[in-house]
């Protein structure tokens, strides 16, 4: 398809979805008249219906008696090549990919799981490790008949995904990794918490529109529209994105950065072809990481790196970093 013609597409799809989202919202709350969606509301109730738009259903999987996992996944699988997406701290799988899923779900059955205390999904156990995470996102897949598939992870995400290509290498064909700071010694841990200037806690879970305000500044390269943001909308999203589950949040944050872990040591060798896509204004994560991350993986990993993006190349750059996805995981 045109590349213009499909991102005319994209556009129309979008604003079609925004259009028939407010109209069920006013419709829904009509008989309540006190009751006003704000703008946060109606921009997250747009970003659902354009994921089922895109093929997509939410579904909840219970990995335990206490884990529940819940996924935005494929509704008709059409036994394409299946990629599972894993968001990164900040949010829930729905807005980290809003970007990207109209593109890739035309390509991939697609799988993307909010983290544990993310979204849907949480846990009352207490492990807090990204290998943990892994294991209750593998054993979902398999409830949801996921056999073989790809992996997409960005950041965060990209640790959990790091773990799962380890841990079940037989069903994982393929592994893109974005911006992930996998493979960090303690010595880079400080300096990368030196260079943000506060505690890295305040920025992964905001906890009012400043902090929020910052991670944003910090983690998108061509962010001058983000100051345009109005504090009211800012707000609304941390009092109900990231309210829930702070305090499992954090800890969530100590272990990634949790000293003497050995992580640069100890870290296995994945088996499968790996991409390492990189934006060369990551302030987060620096470009060094990705080249040490090559080095460590061997042949079968190679790093892209893209232009005026910074750590969230998805939002930076979605077109390019799709295209990078499709001709790696289907060339």
């Known amino acids: ?22 109209i069920r919202f006013f419709l829904a709350s009509f008989h309540r ?9 109606l921009s997250d109730a747009c970003i659902s219906l354009y994921f089922r738009l895109c093929g997509l259903s939410p579904v909840s999987i219970d990995v335990d008696d206490t884990t529940t996992l819940h996924f935005w996944a494929t509704a008709a699988r059409n036994f394409r090549p299946s990629l599972v997406m894993i968001h990164g701290k900040c949010g829930d799988s729905r807005w980290q990919f809003m970007y990207q899923v109209g593109h ?3 390509r991939f059955d697609l799988y993307i799981p909010d983290l544990l205390f993310f979204g849907k999904s949480y846990t009352a156990r207490k492990e807090r490790s990204e290998v943990f995470q892994a294991e209750c996102l593998a054993e979902g897949l398999r409830r949801l008949g996921v056999d073989r598939f790809s992996i997409y992870g960005i950041s965060y995400g990209g640790y959990v995904g790091y773990h799962l290509a380890d841990m079940i290498p037989d069903r994982v064909d393929k592994v893109v990794l974005m911006s992930t700071g996998v493979g960090c010694n303690d010595d880079q841990k400080d300096e990368l918490v030196a260079k943000l200037g506060r505690d890295p806690k305040l920025l992964l879970v905001p906890r009012t529109t400043d902090d929020l305000r910052q991670l944003m500044l910090k983690s998108v390269y061509r962010s001058g529209y983000m100051k345009l943001i109005p504090d009211s909308f800012l707000q609304d999203y941390v009092n109900v994105r990231e309210i829930g589950h702070k305090k ?13 872990s050995g992580a640069g040591r100890s870290l296995p060798v994945l088996t499968q072809e790996t991409l390492l896509i990189w934006g060369n204004k990551d302030y987060v994560f620096p470009m060094n990481l990705a080249y040490q991350l090559q080095r460590h993986l061997g042949s079968k990993a190679r790093v892209a790196i893209v232009k005026e993006a910074g750590h969230a190349v998805n939002m930076d750059a979605p077109d390019e970093v799709n295209r990078l996805i499709i001709s790696f995981i289907l060339g």
């Open 1 to 22: 398809m045109d590349p213009k013609l499909d991102l005319l597409l994209r556009s129309f799809t979008f604003y079609i979805s925004s259009i028939l989202s407010i």
């Open 33 to 41: 008249f006190k009751q006003i969606p704000s703008a946060f509301a």
């Open 104 to 106: 890739l779900s035309r």
């Open 248 to 260: 499992e949040k954090m800890e969530l944050v100590d272990h990634l950065l949790a000293k003497s």
